[in-house]
């Protein structure tokens, strides 16, 4: 009898294995979303605008992009597609544009607590997905992906201030 209860009970252990995971709540959602290259949770800000404007908060170093986070009512126009670079687990741009090669993208970087919006030359999404140049008052994104059509590339992205200062970040671009 014995015998059979030890193969009987690995199977019962087995199959609660088996069974799906607890769905995750939000709060820990975006606690892991939100952490560090090294996994640290960073604070989310609940009080950060969500909300781009044209041109950067006042006094912002735009050369220190944030983690986008909420970015929910932020109007990048019409769309097809587009691309965000990420720094580890930071998203630090996501951009959009149409198919259509004649008419610009937009971009949306956080600088100083603020969100803020660019635009870039016609293009199309083809264009966005090799890399481009976003600009709004003060600043110059520049996003340069590795050669190649792969959906998630390396790629470096310059932000250079109207003061002439400048900052790398080395990611990756990821278009859909």
């Not at 950067?56 to 597609?81: C, K, S, Y």
């Not at 059509?149 to 990821?174: C, E, F, H, M, Q």
């Amino acid at each position: 009898m014995r015998a059979l209860i030890l193969p009987l009970s690995a199977l019962a252990l087995a199959a609660c294995s088996s069974e799906p995971a607890p769905q995750e709540s939000a709060d820990d959602f975006a606690s892991r979303i939100n952490g560090g290259e090294q996994g640290a949770a960073a604070p989310v800000d609940a009080d950060a605008p969500n909300v781009a404007a044209e041109a950067p908060p006042a006094g912002a170093n735009v050369t220190q992009l944030e983690q986008l986070r909420d970015i929910a009512n932020v109007d990048m126009g019409p769309r097809d597609g587009g691309c965000t670079f990420m720094d580890g687990n930071r998203e630090l741009v996501m951009a959009s544009a149409l198919k259509e090669p004649t008419l610009p993208g937009k971009a949306v970087i956080r600088v100083g607590g603020g969100l803020t919006l660019l635009d870039t030359g016609p293009g199309g999404l083809d264009s966005l997905k090799a890399g481009a140049t976003f600009s709004g008052e003060g600043v110059t994104v520049q996003v340069a992906p590795q050669a190649g059509d792969a959906a998630s590339r390396p790629a470096n992205l310059t932000v250079s201030a109207a003061d002439g200062s400048t900052a790398t970040y080395s990611g990756k671009w990821i278009c859909a």
